[in-house]
């Protein structure tokens, strides 16, 4: 099962390309660095931590 690259942030809408800095949780939920840090790194659906979700490149 491939991580699915959302493309942004579900807090703030903010544009999260592949290649950029993004946090997810273990459900896939993203978030920009901004909103991440505001949530102290908490998932505010599932309670779940955040952590930096890996680059795509190319």
Do not use: K, W
């Amino acid at each position: 099962m491939a991580l699915e690259m959302r493309d942004r942030c579900e807090r703030c809408d903010a544009p999260l390309p592949g290649s950029g800095a993004a946090f997810i949780c273990s459900y896939q939920c993203t978030f920009c660095p901004a909103c991440a840090d505001a949530m102290i790194h908490i998932c505010p659906n599932c309670g779940g931590e955040l952590v930096p979700r890996p680059r795509r490149m190319g």
